[in-house]
């Protein structure tokens, strides 16, 4: 029987670390090689320092350790992209060509690459925004994920590369911060909140986004790579819906376990980033093909990060009472 072997690049990164872990217990631990730029924690096992612009390197590391799918998760996100143009383009689109070409001349079996809501541009539709539909990205890293969208499609349409992607909402987790996005606030809000009861936030009170919990964003990741073949029709990538929430929700459900939680608002360019966004997005084709469903929605999410973080922190949440 073939035994997958699975370099996931990108692991250190805010969606690598906990999908590492997630792969790491449904292929073993000495079948998934974690790769990043930067230098594992101390005692990390089957860790690469490896830059994703260094092809040869990838194929070599491919080679040695007999590698049959590859999550390519390194990326420059929204607002350093903006403030990083040349970087963010050669980044995001050349890592992606580096690997396809490796897919196709290795005949890997499977690859995972993340999209984003960011395709989408001031002309698709603000709510409910479907998968097709005008997709005229405003952002570096919009456009940089639609071109790598459209190389997923030729690769597969050419070659037969079997490349899967998801069109992932903002991401909130507890394990690895997020690194130079718009949505970074969602996370940051609940460090702020538990540490300083008090948070200046970059967008508008009423900017509302699409979002996703980390648990269902890893879910979701493993149940489209698990699926058959046949079952995937959409080979750009899917949309992915989780919840969708302004900054002054949230900070209306995190005031129900701190009360004395405040929020400042001072917009800046981010503000006009998340503008061009949709706030919601219509996730049909991926509940169809592959049966998605999220599980977490703004209270639970909430809840959740606000229970782990102050155990990280070695914090205890007030204890509220419920007014009926
Ligand atoms: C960002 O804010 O840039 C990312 C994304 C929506 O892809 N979190």
């Given at each position: 029987m073939k035994i997958d072997k699975i370099l996931v690049i990108g692991a250190c990164g805010q969606i690598g670390t906990e999908l590492v872990t997630a792969l790491r217990s449904q292929y073993g631990e000495e079948n998934v090689i974690a790769a990043d730029i930067n230098l594992p924690k101390p005692g990390t096992k089957n860790h690469l320092c490896l830059d994703v612009l260094d092809h040869e390197k990838i194929e070599a590391v491919v080679k040695e350790y007999g590698i049959t799918q590859i999550y390519l998760l390194a990326a420059m996100l929204s607002a350093n992209g903006e403030q990083n143009a040349d970087a963010a383009w050669k980044l995001n689109v050349q890592s992606l060509l580096s690997v396809l070409k490796i897919a196709k001349e290795q005949k890997l079996d499977k690859v995972f690459w993340p999209s984003s809501i960011a395709v989408f541009g001031p002309g698709s539709p603000k709510y409910n925004c479907p998968q097709q539909t005008r997709i005229e990205p405003n952002t570096v890293y919009g456009i940089s994920k639609r071109a790598g969208e459209y190389w997923c499609n030729y690769y597969f349409e050419k070659?037969?590369?079997d490349v899967r992607s998801i069109r992932f909402p903002g991401l909130i987790s507890y394990t690895a911060p997020p690194g130079g996005g718009t949505t970074d606030y969602a996370v940051s809000i609940f460090h702020e909140a538990l540490e300083n009861q008090h948070y200046t936030c970059f967008l508008t009170e009423d900017n509302c986004l699409p979002m996703m919990y980390m648990p269902d964003a890893i879910r979701a990741t493993l149940e489209l790579m698990n699926?058959?073949?046949?079952?995937?029709?959409?080979?750009t990538s899917y949309n992915l819906a989780g919840m969708s929430f302004a900054p002054c929700d949230i900070a209306a459900e995190i005031k129900k376990h701190i009360p004395e939680f405040k929020v400042a608002y001072e917009p800046d360019y981010r503000n006009a980033i998340a503008n061009s966004w949709p706030a919601s997005i219509k996730d049909e084709q991926a509940r169809k093909d592959w049966e998605w469903k999220p599980k977490y929605d703004l209270k639970s999410m909430t809840d959740d990060m606000l229970q782990k973080l102050s155990e990280i922190k070695g914090m205890q949440l007030p204890v509220v009472e419920e007014v009926y």
């Open positions: 070659y037969g590369v699926v058959p073949k046949e079952k995937i029709t959409i080979r």
